[in-house]
């Protein structure tokens, strides 16, 4: 599988990230490779296209799996937090790399659309809105994130 926004080789997918991929100790074993179904959720989250027309976007792909395959592995690795641990041992690998020296932090409003714990009404955007603070690097590789606030707050 060719995907032109997860341009990730095979070696960098062995050693990087289906070491934090479970594998069933019981039941079926899976008869999709693992690395598409990530190099699919990299797309997937560069582009913002929908799970539905995931496979629209990327041309010349035929794989053997749906969306739906995806999204639940998706959903599954987001659970047993494996995104949160490959960027954690990715920060511990690079943290010799990281320019500390000049520190960036911005905060994000979104726009949200159905009710939730942390939203609030932002007279600026004319609705309901979350903010997030996001700290990165002079590279601008995110460093640490602040948890979701309601939109009201202040990015101070």
């Not at 598409?36 to 929908?50: A, P």
């Not at 020296?101 to 942390?118: F, I, M, P, R, Y």
């Amino acid at each position: 599988m060719n995907c032109k926004y997860a341009k990730l080789t095979e070696n960098e997918l062995e050693n990087c990230v289906l070491p934090f991929i479970a594998k069933n100790n019981r039941g079926f074993k899976s008869r999709f490779d693992m690395a598409d179904i990530f190099k699919c959720i990299v797309h997937k989250l560069k582009t913002g296209s929908q799970w539905q027309f995931l496979f629209i976007d990327i041309e010349g792909i035929a794989p053997p799996f749906s969306w739906q395959t995806v999204y639940y592995c998706y959903r599954k690795w987001c659970r047993c937090g494996v995104f949160e641990e490959m960027f954690h041992t990715y920060l511990e690998i690079q943290k010799d790399k990281l320019d500390t020296e000049k520190l960036n932090l911005d905060g994000t409003h979104s726009l949200v659309k159905k009710a939730a714990q942390s939203v609030a009404y932002q007279h600026r955007k004319r609705g309901r809105t979350s903010n997030i603070l996001v700290m990165t690097d002079g590279k601008g590789i995110p460093i640490a994130n602040g948890g979701i606030i309601s939109g009201n707050h202040n990015d101070l």
